[in-house]
């Protein structure tokens, strides 16, 4: 027989046992014949799905003593009917429990008031109907409790009755684990007894997992009746091997409970002597066994329950309503904590960490002897545990074993590790609080130890030259963590401890110590830099190592190997290590800097002058040199400064090269390198590359100077230095940036060239140069894979010299050099305020420049245009050049990003459900999805604020509602805390731009992303509307606005917090605009399966108000009405539904005569 006949065979035959269920009028005798213990388990189970069904399905129209009849045959079937314990199936087990628990579910306890009785009489029938019995219990709790899979009067009736009798329940329980257990440990050592043994387990196993559904839900004092004896079993348990896991996870639940804090004192009862000594005895058992599953997993929980039992102690000591005193076996705890944070296990150790943290931190705890005696040991094991050693490849630590387990490979390790290092970084912060002096006792003779160490690469070495460490090297690995080590503690002390308290002739030998410390090593290198930051506050104390700190800092930016081809990427790091370094002094400690200005600008001008340093690099010198002037407090000095600074970037901008280089597409491109851009090869030092190094030096050159080039934050020095020009109608001080004139001399260079880089996308431009000249225009492989979410390889552990092809140099120029443009245009307005805004025909420079040919540009350089330019011009814009500037911009703009996108979203959506998995068509969607996202972000900084303090944010609720309250009516009071900014009313003032907002707004409702929808709808398209209600709205644009709403609904519905506000939205539109649109009644009778009647009702108490009704129940009595439309996933559905026309097409005119 073929395999399609076979196929077809078996069809045939699960449709005969499915028509025999649903039509066979004998299904219970033929179900209770089939069911019998002398069946073949296929035919047994079979005949009791049977019966299953026959109760899920039938049991309503079944006769009262027909099922009489089942029951007591199913009882007869648990009771006679079923093999011994170990023989007997496990789904045999499990359907007769689903087969009892639906009878209960449908006849208790009204028409089956003794059904406890019953199953208690059944357990004197041996251990499998004790077992039996148990999974009963435990499923009767899930359906009722957990899944509640039963309709909401039955649930209440049963729970009901679950907890009146829950006190009988729980002693049956206990009874019965409690016997199990006594016979299993008086037989386990009898050989002959071993099957004996073997069943009681399973009960006890049984009897725990059961208890494990009850525990997280009753009250708790259940738990902690007959002084705790629950926990108590459950604690001399965790050394019984065999049930060690059931009961710990039963043990874990408990303590982990909440409730009032009177309720949860009995659960320090676990804090005793006996119960510390049940955990810490069977913790350790079960470690010197060796790496076992079931043992890992048991030390996991256990784990778990000690932190459990922290948690409930820190929020015990500090509750007002119960009086607790730290418990005198708190050392112990803390040892049994501390036991865990030892253990090989990269997971039993992050585990214990938020528990530590909290002790550390906590107000009365952290004062305890006992924690504070063990910080020094803490920190003594966090040395050990920051190491980044346990790859689940490797075989160097006792820790891989235990990754083999948790981690799937050495990428999710190394994703792990730097989680737990993240964490533990901020324990041990929290640590050094409590004893400042011993931490930095610790930091320093790691670090003094580390400094005076050998380097041994190991076997582990660095392709980049012969002798050097990899990552994997033991010496780096080390150095890595003891930098870390240092860098936590060292700066928390700086923080904590008062400056005459700070061990200053310590931290001074160490800064010594690292500044004559001499290394080849690039990582060994890179992790003397982060010390020499850490350790930096203390030159504060002797200004006479400053020039030492310096000189160290610019040896590292030309750090190089000496190697032909390419820097390693360590070398790189190392370089870029340097210069960010310089310019975190530079920010953060000027005053320190600023005597040895000289020495800066000497180091920094040999340094620009440098052919072999990378652009990014010189960027950094000149936003150092930036910083600084920054102290002048003096305009003309720092304008001078500044002046001098920029002159060999300015004569490049203005010479006739450069603007000949910057006046076309074609000339720019002549200028970098045409034959570049066509794919042949290119020399090292040829000619257009030395231009492309030029320009990039010309744009970082204006970048670093508005950036970084500010007054005085203080007014009074700002107005002795001569910062200040005039002030504002209000008062406040107008200030002048000392860079404006220079800056401003090159805005037209900048503008001709944001343009030109525009045109580089024209279609007869790319048709010219042809395909390599497109794809040096592309996205940078690492920006596609970070879109797409794929994970990123780990580092070159070998450190590989990193080689770029023509292509990857020309995508990375073209992609700085665009972003480099959009930081200028966009710090420019911020930097230079009044002298920006007030340049003559300003608008329309940006929209012949900055602007245009957007038809032809792609997403992925539109986003950081929005981000980076638009955004910071909107944001810093004066109030009286709205008008001027902002108006002819944004009403353009906005309309050319909503059809850019309603395009693509519409292509995208025509074959949604059949997208190619190809990531080229995954990554266009994903782009127009960010583009989406950027668009209602620059709508929502620029029109939507939160309401001031003495604004009301919503009405107050009515007393109905307050009884009834839910997240929905949350939600819509957060949405009714947004208004406009001043900015925003202004727009929705005028009518092309307001059109354009309120079209941009709502369209996202009804694209296919998820966050765009939910932005739009919770802080944008309510704020707006409201502005247009008190108006005349035209009943076209009301219609459309409510349809995109209800589309957004039947798209998004399914995801909860879309629905939440978007059902809020669609109340807001419909409750406000009702009473003028009367249409927005046919819409609504639209909707699916709405009830007229309910929706007259709704119409009437809306228009005609003759009661007082609370806004929580309207706003239910709305929700029902549409809830027709909420969440329909299929996508032929909105192509039919009358109500999904288009909002965007049309709009008539907002403001009416």
Known sequence: MGLGSRIDRSLSLLQFCEDFKEKCPVCVPCGLRLAEKSQPPLVRHFGLQVLEHVVKFRWNNMEREEKVVLKDSVMGLMSSGVRPVLEEEGHIKDVLARIVVEMIKREWPQHWPNMLTELEGLIKSGEVQTELV??????????????????????????????????????????????????????????AQKVKCQGLCRVAMAAL???????????????TAEDCKLLQMLCLLLEEEELQVEAVECLLIAVSRKGKMEDRVPLLVLFGDSPMRCIMTSAQKAHSEGLQEKRYVFLKRLCQVLCALGSQLCALTLSSDVSVKIPVTFGKYLSSLREFTVHPSQFLRSSTLMTWGSLFRHE?????????????????????????????SRNDSPSCEYSRLDCDSDEDFNNFFNYFKALMGDVMRAACRLDPLTSFRLAEEWLQFQLSAAVEPGLKSSKAGDGLCSLLSPFVIQWDAMTFFCECLIVQILRSLPKEELPVSQGIELLHRV?????????????????????????????????????????????????????????????????????????????????????????????????????????????????????????????????QMLQPAVSIWMSEEMQRAISSPDELISYLGVEVLRGEKEDDDGPCRVNRSRLSFCLYAVESVLRRARWPSDPEQAKAGGFVVGFSSSGAPIYRNPCSEEVLKLLDSLLTLVRTFNSLYLPEIIQKMGDFYAKCLDMLEVEKKCILGLTQPLLDVYDSPVYKSVQERMQGFFCSAHDCCCQILGNIGPSLLQDYYSVPDLPIRLVNSAFCNLNHMPDFRLRPMLRLFVKPLILSCPLDKYESLLNPILGPLLSFLHQRLSQKWLMSEEDYTELNTESTEILEVELVRLLTREMVDLIIISCVAKKTADAPSCNTPSVDEAEDEEMMSVDAAAVGSLELTELGKFLMSHEEVATALLVSAYSPLVWMDTPACQRAASQLCWPLLKQMVSTSLPSEAAICFFTNVLRGLQIHGQHEACNTFLVSLAYQIYGALRPQVPELRVVMEQVPDIHCDSLQQFDSRLMYPTQKQGEKRRKDHFRRLISGCIGKKARPVLAEDAILGSCAESLPSLFQP
């Open 134 to 191: 148990m999974f009963i219990l435990l499923r009767l709790a899930e359906d009722v409790i957990t899944f509640q899979s039963l309709p909401a009067q039955r649930r209440r009736d049963i729970q009901t009755t679950m907890t009146q009798n829950m006190e009988k329940l729980f002693t049956f329980m206990l009874s019965i684990l409690g016997d199990s257990v006594h016979h299993y440990q008086q037989l386990k050592g009898d050989p």
């Open 209 to 223: 997992n059961t208890l494990a559904g009850y525990i997280d839900w009753v009250s708790i004092t259940h738990i």
């Open 364 to 392: 009365v705890l952290s004062k305890d002897a006992a924690l504070k005696a063990m910080v020094p040991e803490f920190l003594k094991i966090s040395m050990n545990n920051v190491v980044k050693v346990g790859f689940p």
């Open 515 to 643: 500044l004559s410390y001499e290394t080849r090593e690039p990582l060994i290198l890179s992790c003397v830099l982060t010390n020499l930051s850490v350790l930096l506050p203390f030159v504060r104390y002797v200004d006479a190592f400053m020039p030492a700190v310096l000189t160290k800092l610019f040896s590292a930016v030309t750090f190089d190997l000496d190697n032909k081809g390419p820097r390693s990427r360590a070398v790189k790091n190392v370089r870029r290590h340097a210069c960010s370094s310089i310019i975190k002094i530079c920010r953060d400690s000027p005053v320190l800097v600023l005597p040895h200005l000289d020495l800066l600008c000497t180091h920094a001008m040999l340094l620009l002058q440098d052919e072999r340093l990378a652009q990014m690099e010189k960027y950094a010198m000149l936003e150092a040199q930036v910083l600084i002037s920054n102290q002048f407090k003096d305009y003309e000095r720092q304008r001078g400064f500044l002046v």
